[in-house]
């Protein structure tokens, strides 16, 4: 009989203290310098009317950049320390990106209408970055949701590519231990009111 899985399917597993929470993004050599250099993101070259997905998961992040090594749009790896305030109204303000069996369609598309910000679930990752059986969670910010992003939320932005490199070259030498103990640590957080799933 197999053993349970500990993590729940849909669980938020982030880095965090009492006032920020850590996301993570990658982006263009241009657009990281620029967001390095003023604390936020700057629009040009970041597309402030584009939906811009943050991201929890450490790995679900190097999953979807390659570790950096995808291709020069996501060759920069940023941690993003946001206000727990305003992870939270994401949260508040947000739907599913695709409706669920409890409402039809046009409900579902009547409340993403009337919603900022998108929710998805995708299997999280381990080192080697082989899905597991549970999820990790990504936030789709647009229209209000981004310019709060920008303007209120981001406390500090710190570039973590060699850090990426540095574990990507530990797991590539069979050193898991080693790159395990280089991760991020990330911790159950359950957010003030329930998160429907």
């Not at 574990?167 to 009111?193: C, D, M, S, T, W």
Request: hydrophobic fraction near 40%.
């Amino acid at each position: 009989m197999k053993p349970m899985n500990p993590i729940p399917e849909h669980q938020i597993r982030a880095a965090y203290d009492e006032q920020t929470i850590r996301v993570y993004q990658a982006y263009s050599d241009q657009i990281a310098d620029a967001a390095l250099r003023e604390g936020t993101f700057v629009s040009p070259p970041f597309k402030i009317d584009r939906m811009t997905w943050i991201k929890p998961s450490f790995l679900w992040m190097m999953y979807r950049a390659g570790w950096g090594l995808k291709d020069a749009g996501q060759a920069r790896i940023l941690a993003i320390d946001i206000s727990r305030e305003g992870f939270e109204w994401a949260l508040r303000n947000s739907c599913l990106s695709h409706p669920d069996e409890s409402m039809s369609k046009d409900e579902w598309l009547r409340v993403k209408e009337a919603t900022p910000v998108r929710i998805q679930w995708d299997p999280d990752r381990d080192l080697q970055l082989q899905p597991q059986t549970y999820r990790a969670i990504q936030i789709g910010l647009s229209k209000q949701a981004v310019e709060l992003y920008v303007r209120q939320w981001i406390e500090r932005i710190t570039d973590i590519t060699s850090d990426a490199h540095d574990i990507h070259a530990l797991v590539l030498q069979g050193k898991f231990e080693a790159a395990q103990n280089r991760l991020p640590v990330e911790r159950p957080y359950y957010p003030e009111g329930a998160l429907e799933t």
